[in-house]
């Protein structure tokens, strides 16, 4: 059963599924989706080309689905699409993409948003995803599975959080954060080494984790004066190293084309 506030204006072309619960004084706009069990708690806009899957909780005043902040771009077509059971705490503002990319904006499930984090236009999220507090994502940052954002840190367009990364807050990333990467917080950022307590709270084996620690520091070999591309054809040919999944990913990562280079340490 569909439960809608009587202050609440909902288009009547919008797609509701059962059990949605529309709360007081919320917006939403013609072509919307909003999938099973999801509720928009009070004051909250939905508009645009936006799909939001099943169970999703969004607090007071977020907005889903409004048009990117971007100049040169004013694409009403533009797609916001969201998965299922994410929670998007209050402020939170998620837009459209833009007609300067594939006009489409993408975030997976089970992520928690905190207060006032942005997702920007034509950004790809996937899984277990946590912002938070006024974490910002600028336009077509792509981030990995299980990656953790601190509050008030910036992702620079175009940036890559890899899976499993952990980025300290106040931190300001233009670089691409390789896969279970750890960057410390405040000012422009630097790679501190890995994220080995998300690993361990993961349950990921030791000799997993020692695995892409030796294939840490054979990427990021402080006194290796080698180009890092020669380094990274080490790793490669490491047949000790390059068939542990952890490391594979990483080799995948890095070798990926991307805008950015890789960050690293200082």
């Known amino acids: 059963m569909i439960d809608i506030h009587p202050s609440a204006i909902v288009d009547p072309s919008a797609e509701l599924g059962d059990d949605v619960v529309i709360g007081p004084y919320c917006v939403v706009g013609p072509n919307v989706k909003i999938g099973d069990e999801t509720r928009l708690m009070s004051h909250v806009v939905v508009d645009g080309y936006t799909t939001l899957g099943k169970r999703n909780l969004v607090y007071p005043f977020a907005t889903l689905g409004l048009l990117a902040q971007h100049k040169r771009s004013n694409a009403p077509d533009a797609v916001l699409v969201i998965g299922d059971d994410n929670t998007f705490r209050e402020h939170v503002t998620a ?75 106040m931190a300001g990333i233009t670089r691409d954060v390789i896969p279970y990467g750890l960057v410390m917080g405040g ?12 690993l361990q709270r993961a349950g990921v084996p030791k000799e997993e984790i020692m695995a892409l620690q030796k294939a840490y ?20 040919e490491n047949e000790e190293l390059n068939q542990n999944s952890f490391v594979k990913s990483v ?16």
């Not at 993409?97 to 904006?105: A, F, Y």
């Open 95 to 169: 837009h459209v993409g833009s007609d300067v990319d594939h006009k489409i904006t993408i975030i997976g499930n089970r992520n928690l948003f905190l207060v006032a984090s942005h997702i920007a236009h034509d950004c790809v999220l996937g899984d277990d995803i946590v912002m938070s507090n006024n974490a910002t994502l600028a336009g077509h940052v792509r981030v990995g599975n299980k990656a953790i954002i601190g509050g008030l840190a910036a992702v620079l367009q175009f940036t890559r959080i890899g899976e499993g990364a952990m980025i300290g807050g």
């Open 187 to 198: 000012g422009r950022s630097a790679l501190s080494g890995l994220n080995l307590v998300g």
């Open 217 to 236: 520091k054979i990427l990021f070999n402080r006194e290796d004066n080698r180009l890092f591309a020669e380094r990274l054809a080490d790793l490669e």
């Open 251 to 266: 080799i995948e990562f890095v070798s990926n084309p991307s805008k950015n280079n890789i960050l690293q340490p200082e």
